[in-house]
């Protein structure tokens, strides 16, 4: 095989091994954040026939995909006998098939990348999908049915049309890009953001044939049929896409943050790349600026420096504030740190330096940009395959708990079956969703409470800091019998888990 494919082949092996390693990590019991969502409505749709999700945070292409898994996953496990009939499922019997959609959408983002970077050359590529490959941020929701990950591959689908595109100078391929930014919108709305991309290139175009007018009605055309195709309800179901949609809405209205918005996500994005990917990001960008007013190769410069702009811009004026919002911006993150390595030292060249040293320099640079993510990444996976305080906790219940038994948990960290009558709660004490001390969850007919760490550690570390907290969860605590406590450790990760018996 030729060098870069070789290197292509690793690059999307080691992508693939990250993303699918430990997929089944927490199933049943420990679900990511919002995979209920999607899977709950995904087995509904199954058994009622109703297409409609009801439920417009999302705007419906992911769960179509998801529920053809599900039809899937439901025909093999009927094939080999575990289980006759829908009423047999749940939700969880569908987790594992899902997560792994997920993780093959992100390991095909990888290589996505590489074919965006190739416009620049061999060695572009080969950094950007090998930075991209073992991203934490990527890595790590990758791992999970949510939408930023299937979000990431379509806004990338777009970048790498919309270069087909202005290479083709037709506006049939605009088209094509415009469907690929609408695919983007009907997983999640916010990336409806990335049609500018095309748009922008259509624009910057000047032999679009038959006209750049024509290109970008194709650009939103296609953008537009795409989104209907794949979201129909929102059409259909007008009114609850409206008042789902400004539910949502809702959410985002202005408030004080601690810390604003950009800072966060500053924060996030620097440690998830460490410092020496983000100072080569920085290079990117500024050499981008340069080429995209200079050339050569404006519009590739000028697009995949405006949409992380842009999409940083919008996620700073944001309440709402989630590391996996993110996502979007890593493939234009990491070609732009290739760009930035690669080029800047290619601009050595200048001073008669000769190829050999510019390659070692190069080479130092790489390993710099992507030996610490990497090392992020496997050691999220390596957690991941550990046995977890929650995992610990789950165990026991099962064991040591009788069925039927009323079981109050903070936080959503742990999930109990169907056989036990469990609630779980945003927090044990002064919360209005929950009684405040052990006589009110007595009366509430409440045998076994848990408590995480996750809630009450600051208060009890801190009392002074937080004075009334440490005084409610004291008195719970002092006043129920704790039967089991699972304290963390290197080899089982996780919040502290302590099981109090009330009755």
Known sequence: MRPSVFILAVIVAVAALLRFASLGSGIPFNIGVDEPEIMSRVVQMMRTGDFNPHFFDYPGLYFYVQLGVAVLR??????????????????????????????LLGTLTVLLVYRVAMRWGARHAALAAGLMAVMPLHVRESHYVLTDVPETFFVTLTLLLTFAAHERERASSFAWAGAAAG?????????????????????????TKPSRLAGSLAVVGGAAAAFLVAAPYTLLDLPA????????????????????????????????????????????????AVRAVRGPGRVRWTVT????????????????????????????????????????VSLLRRFDIPRAPRTAIIAAITAAAVLPPAWQSIGFVRALARTSTVEQAYSWILTDV??????????????????????????????????????????????????????????????????????????????????????????????????????
């Open 183 to 207: 695919l983007a919108a009907a997983t999640k709305y916010p990336g409806a953001l990335v049609i500018v991309v095309p748009l922008i290139a259509v624009w910057m175009t000047l032999g």
């Open 402 to 503: 009788p069925k039927g038994s009323t079981i109050v948990i903070e936080t959503q960290a742990l999930l109990l079956p169907k056989g036990y009558k469990a609630r779980n709660v945003p927090q044990l004490v002064l919360d209005t969703r929950a009684p405040s001390n052990r006589d009110g969850y007595v009366k509430a007919g409440v045998d076994y409470i848990v408590a995480s760490s996750q809630r009450y550690g600051d208060a009890l570390s801190r009392p002074a800091d937080f004075p009334d907290l440490a005084n409610a969860y004291t008195q719970l605590f002092t006043q129920s019998q704790e039967v089991m406590r699972f304290t963390p450790s290197a080899e089982h990760p996780g919040p502290e888990l302590r099981v109090f018996r009330l009755r």
């Open 241 to 288: 896409f409206l008042n789902g949609y400004g539910h949502l809405a809702g959410y985002y209205t202005p408030k004080r943050l601690a810390e604003p918005a950009w800072l966060t996500y500053y924060k996030h994005l620097s440690r998830s790349m460490d410092w020496p990917a983000f100072l080569l990001v920085l290079g990117g960008l500024g050499l981008g």
């Open 305 to 344: 420096i405006a949409f992380p702009i842009l999409y940083y811009y919008f996620l700073a004026g944001q309440t709402l504030v989630f590391g996996r919002y993110l996502l979007p911006l890593l493939p234009f993150v990491c070609v732009l740190a290739a760009v930035g390595a690669v080029s800047g």
């Open 74 to 103: 439901f025909l093999v496990g009927a094939t080999r006998g575990e289980w006759t009939a829908l009423d047999q499922v749940d939700a969880s019997d569908f987790y594992l098939w899902g997560r792994a959609v997920t993780a």
